[in-house]
Nanobody
Framework: QVQLVESGGGLVQPGGSLRLSCAASGSIVSIRSMYWYRQAPGKQRELVAHITLGGSTNYADSVKGRFTISRDNAKNTVYLQMSNLKPEDEGVYYC???????????????WGQGTQVTVSS
């Protein structure tokens, strides 16, 4: 009934930029917080950035000053602008959204399928 679809990943050289998008669709009543996570090979999934419905943001220390999370509430979409990318930023990037859908009473978190970001020269 609901989908989160990420896009925008790919191969980029160190120092380069990418913009990820994640669009939510389906029987959505409301979306509260939205998140970007990433998972590098052999490592646990980690929170990269978070944005509230009102637009307040938080970032992992490792990406502060380089990544910017934003959202378009009219489009149910969250973005992650990544600049000055480093090899350690490489991994699968997942979006997560706290959503209420029509057939459920409360909010719960949904995951996208992920998009690969590769940082290499």
């Amino acid at each position: 009934q609901v989908q989160l679809v990420e896009s925008g990943g790919g191969l980029v050289q160190p120092g380069g930029s990418l913009r990820l998008s994640c669009a939510a669709s389906g029987s959505i009543v409301s979306i509260r917080s939205m998140y970007w996570y990433r998972q590098a090979p052999g490592k646990q999934r980690e929170l990269v950035a978070h944005i509230t419905l009102g637009g307040s943001t938080n970032y992992a220390d490792s990406v502060k000053g380089r990544f910017t999370i934003s959202r378009d509430n009219a489009k149910n979409t969250v973005y992650l602008q990544m600049s000055n990318l480093k090899p350690e930023d490489e991994g699968v990037y997942y979006c997560n959204a706290e959503m209420k859908i029509k057939i459920e009473l409360g909010f719960r978190n949904y995951w996208g399928q992920g998009t690969q970001v590769t940082v290499s020269s």
